[in-house]
């Protein structure tokens, strides 16, 4: 073998080497995140059983009383009443871009898109604040405003942009022939639109699904501002209640690091992190088994 | 002989560029047509005007007259969906559905509202029938359409088509992206369809041409030179253009 070309195969084993390098760090720190947070979090069920953290919705810390229920129950309704606005509307706004929009519209339409990821979530919370609260309380005649639709409908919009860019990069690489057999079959536009190229990309969908759901279950500033911050298990969408992020977040300053109360937030963000990954695989899971089946 | 296709004085124009110039044609019911000529000449343009999928490319212009069984089509109120069950097309590269065989074939007769299960197990078992695909399979009808061959898959778009019933299919040189004996399997179901179908396809292949078409047209440059009866074609070409094409004597 010449001398150029053990370069050449050394220089690959480098390369390869870098990537492997690069995987392994990755779950290490995802590892040593999940360690962290249950060593520090599972002292709670020293001093808590584990039925009354997670099935009890009285927190009241200063009577040792760690039921997280409403928090668990706030999280998971913002986050799926958050897909279930947004992610509609995200998909249709993304065909659009990507299938409807003339190449002009297009050329401005896509880094708009991406200029909107850029906006801080305060900022969101602050139009949450002043324009949707009180829109809330004025058109569905509640007293407040506060609560999990608030905070659901800043989220749908904030996660608009993430659904979008990434369904639209989908849709615009379904092969252009599979749409013109359709047609040529005599399908209309829409026709072939849902037969075809929806089904087409629809793991890239999915993709931009699962990322703005994850933006949404771990949402902090944003829903803290609008969700009312009350530890009290929601029965309506209209009334003050609390999430997981948005509870550790206000308590967070005043508890003493090592205390049952500090443990038991270490546990919440455990949840909070355990939920968002269930959530993922299970979308993944649903989408797969479409997918197979259509 | 009855004609189903005539176009008269067409015209073509991506925007500025014209790639249609003036096209003059008839075409006999029930017979296979082969339409040949170099790269870029306009072949596939003009197959495409017949089932008007050029609808779909923005800046197309088009001027004078298609008549498909005795109408109109650019008539202001031709139903296109209509036109495009009656006139099918299978393109260049095979662009099977992301579904299982069956759901190709179905989804045909499912969009223009077909439900009932029995009825398209039928057409499902007639349409590979009739693309001499049902042997190969009739047992893997629910597997996915991705899994088959290049040729299999093919043939499998030439059944789809089937499924809706057309009288006239329009192929763009369906076999160019296959292997030589998936190309034969293609030729021969070309000759079992002409009965029922009336055929154009597209050639870059002059043997195709010849061996399995009845009429071959000949274009250049964005016009249609020559057609006549494929035999005299090949042994005495009327146009000093064709006669260079074909003798191979051409850039
Ligand atoms: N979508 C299009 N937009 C602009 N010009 C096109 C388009 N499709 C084809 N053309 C031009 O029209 C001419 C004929 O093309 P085509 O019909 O594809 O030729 P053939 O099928 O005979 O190879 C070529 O000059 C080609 O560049
Ligand atoms: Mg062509």
């Known amino acids: 073998m010449n001398t150029y070309n053990q370069a050449r195969l050394k220089a690959d084993r480098c390369v390869r080497g870098v990537f492997v390098l690069a995987a392994c760090i990755l779950t290490l720190i995802i590892v040593a995140l999940l360690f962290?947070?249950?060593?520090?979090?599972?002292?709670?069920?020293?001093?808590?059983?584990?039925?009354?953290?997670?099935?009890?919705?009285?927190?009241?810390?200063?009577?040792?009383?760690?039921?997280?229920?409403s928090f668990i129950i706030?999280?998971?309704?913002?986050?799926?009443?958050?897909?279930?606005?947004?992610?509609?509307?995200?998909?249709?706004?993304?065909?659009?871009?990507?299938?409807?929009?003339?190449?002009?519209?297009?050329?401005?339409?896509?880094?708009?898109?991406?200029?909107?990821?850029?906006?801080?979530?305060?900022?969101?919370?602050?139009?949450?604040?002043?324009?949707?609260?009180?829109?809330?309380?004025?058109?569905?005649?509640?007293?407040?405003?506060?609560?999990i639709f608030t905070a659901a409908s800043i989220l749908a919009i904030m996660i608009l942009p993430t659904v979008i860019s990434i369904a639209s990069d989908a849709l615009g690489t379904v092969p252009a022939m599979l749409e013109e057999g359709s047609v040529a079959l005599g399908a209309t536009y829409w026709q072939t639109m849902w037969h075809i190229v929806l089904p087409t990309a629809l793991p890239g969908i999915v993709t931009g699904i699962v990322l703005g759901m994850a933006r949404a279950i771990g949402e902090t500033m944003a829903v803290q501002m609008v969700i009312g911050n009350t530890p009290q298990l929601a029965t309506s969408l209209f009334m003050p209640t609390s999430t997981l992020p948005s509870e550790i977040v206000v308590?967070?300053?005043?508890?003493?690091?090592?205390?049952?109360?500090?443990?038991?937030?270490?546990?919440?963000?455990?949840?909070?992190?355990?939920?968002?990954?269930?959530?993922?695989?299970?979308?993944?899971?649903?989408?797969?088994?479409?997918?197979?089946?259509? | 002989?009855?004609?189903?296709?005539?176009?008269?004085?067409?015209?073509?124009?991506?925007?500025?560029?014209?790639?249609?110039?003036?096209?003059?044609?008839?075409?006999?019911?029930?017979?296979?047509?082969?339409?040949?000529?170099p790269s870029g000449c306009g072949k596939s343009t003009f197959l495409r005007t017949l089932n008007r999928m050029n609808d779909l490319i923005e800046g197309v212009k088009i001027t004078g007259q298609v008549n498909i069984a005795g109408q109109d089509i650019y008539a202001p109120r031709t139903d296109v969906v209509?036109?495009?069950?009656?006139?099918?097309?299978?393109?260049?590269?095979?662009?099977?559905?992301?579904?299982?065989?069956?759901?190709?074939?179905?989804?045909?007769?499912?969009?223009?509202?077909?439900?009932?299960?029995?009825?398209?197990?039928?057409?499902?078992?007639?349409?590979?029938?009739?693309?001499?695909?049902?042997?190969?399979?009739?047992?893997?009808l629910h597997s996915s359409a991705l899994g088959m061959s290049g040729g299999q898959q093919q043939r499998l778009?030439?059944?789809?088509?089937?499924?809706?019933?057309?009288?006239?299919?329009?192929?763009?040189?369906?076999?160019?992206?296959?292997?030589?004996?998936?190309?034969?399997r293609v030729e021969e179901l070309l000759g079992e369809l002409k009965d029922k179908y009336t055929i154009i396809i597209v050639t870059h292949n002059m043997q195709q041409a010849a061996r399995s078409s009845d009429y071959t047209a000949f274009?250049?440059?964005?016009?249609?030179?020559?057609?006549?009866?494929t035999n005299?074609?090949?042994?005495?070409?009327?146009?000093?253009?064709?006669?260079?094409?074909?003798?191979?004597?051409?850039?």
Not at chain 1, 260 to 288: D, P
Not at chain 2, 119 to 140: H, I, N
Not at chain 2, 164 to 180: F, G, H, Q, R, T
Not at chain 2, 219 to 229: D, I, N, S, T, Y
Request: hydrophobic letters at 45%; one cysteine or more.
């Open chain 1, 36 to 69: 962290f947070m249950s060593q520090q979090g599972l002292l709670t069920f020293k001093d808590v059983s584990v039925g009354e953290f997670f099935f009890s919705s009285v927190w009241n810390p200063d009577n040792n009383q760690f039921g997280a229920l």
């Open chain 1, 74 to 147: 706030g999280s998971l309704a913002v986050t799926v009443l958050a897909i279930a606005i947004g992610g509609p509307l995200g998909v249709v706004g993304a065909l659009f871009m990507a299938k409807l929009a003339p190449a002009w519209m297009r050329a401005i339409l896509k880094p708009a898109v991406n200029l909107y990821m850029a906006i801080p979530s305060v900022v969101y919370g602050f139009v949450g604040l002043t324009v949707v609260v009180p829109w809330v309380r004025e058109t569905f005649g509640v007293t407040g405003g506060f609560g």
């Open chain 1, 251 to 294: 308590e967070m300053g005043n508890t003493p690091f090592g205390s049952t109360w500090g443990n038991s937030l270490f546990l919440m963000a455990l949840v909070l992190l355990l939920l968002s990954l269930l959530m993922i695989v299970l979308v993944r899971y649903i989408s797969s088994r479409k997918a197979v089946r259509v």
């Open chain 2, 1 to 37: 002989m009855e004609q189903v296709i005539t176009a008269q004085n067409l015209c073509l124009f991506y925007g500025k560029h014209q790639a249609l110039k003036n096209i003059n044609i008839t075409m006999p019911r029930n017979k296979i047509m082969a339409f040949v000529g």
């Open chain 2, 82 to 140: 209509e036109l495009r069950k009656k006139v099918g097309m299978v393109f260049q590269r095979p662009n099977p559905f992301q579904m299982s065989i069956y759901d190709n074939i179905a989804y045909g007769p499912r969009i223009h509202g077909e439900t009932k299960k029995s009825v398209l197990d039928q057409l499902v078992e007639e349409s590979l029938r009739g693309a001499a695909l049902w042997d190969e399979v009739k047992d893997r």
């Open chain 2, 157 to 184: 778009c030439i059944a789809r088509l089937l499924a809706v019933k057309p009288d006239i299919l329009l192929m763009d040189e369906p076999c160019s992206a296959l292997d030589p004996i998936s190309t034969m």
């Open chain 2, 219 to 229: 274009f250049l440059l964005g016009e249609m030179v020559e057609c006549r009866e």
């Open chain 2, 232 to 251: 005299t074609m090949f042994t005495n070409p009327q146009d000093k253009r064709t006669e260079d094409y074909i003798t191979g004597r051409f850039g």
